[in-house]
């Protein structure tokens, strides 16, 4: 699934330790949702987009 | 549980520190002709608690993690199983070296419980040893670091 996570992530100007901390888990988790290497679950993917404001489908595309 | 690195780190350790220990452990008093009475309650002790401990560890993994692990357990023991298939036609066919290869592990007159022993530890070997490749793959991988 694409995400845009690393941009959103740069726009803050955070690191992925940073990010990882916030959301509670491991920066090679964050590293792995990144690079679409692992998709996150509904409540990690609702946690990740309410910490940007944004809504869930403004962060995950699902149309590939 | 909640995610937390250090218990996780911790009882990964620990897990795999007592594992080794305890395998060497038991491999000596098996090769020293100990009683098997008395090493097999602790061949099952050990395999409980380095179970637990296990599991104890991936509680304390986020869900990446674990959704991570899951899929390299599930395609290394996969990969792991048809790997060794060859190795194991051969030993079916070709007795001597099953003696060699058994005796040579043993290190004694082997036994019917050594060939089983044998079979058992071999699949599980090569299952473990392709899910060890592919975490390392998996960490060296392009963008891991990223």
């Not at chain 2, 048809?82 to 005796?103: E, G």
């Amino acid at each position: 699934m694409k995400n845009r996570l690393r941009v959103l992530r740069a726009e803050k100007g955070w690191s992925q330790a940073e990010l990882a901390e916030r959301l509670n888990i491991a920066r090679q988790s964050v590293n792995a949702i990144e690079n679409g290497k692992a998709d996150p679950s509904l409540p990690l993917g609702m946690r990740i987009a309410r910490l940007f404001g944004l809504a869930v489908e403004a962060v995950f595309d699902d149309e590939v | 549980m909640a995610y937390s690195a250090k218990k996780l780190r911790t009882m990964t350790g620990g897990a795999i520190a007592l594992g080794v220990a305890g395998m060497a452990l038991v491999f000596w008093l098996a090769s020293n002709h100990a009683d098997p009475v008395f090493v097999a309650p602790l061949r099952v002790a050990l395999g409980l608690t380095v179970v637990g401990l296990g599991l104890r560890a991936v509680s304390y993994a986020d869900e990446v993690q674990r959704q991570r692990g899951q899929k390299l357990w599930f395609w290394g023991s996969l990969i792991g199983i048809a790997a060794i298939m060859p190795a194991v036609v051969f030993l079916q066919t070709h007795k001597p070296w099953l003696d060699t290869a058994v005796q040579f592990i043993f290190h004694h007159p082997a036994m019917p419980r050594d060939y089983f022993s044998f079979g058992v530890m071999l699949p599980v070997m090569s299952q473990c040893a392709v899910v060890l490749v592919a975490r390392l793959m998996d960490k060296l991988s392009p963008g891991s670091r990223s």
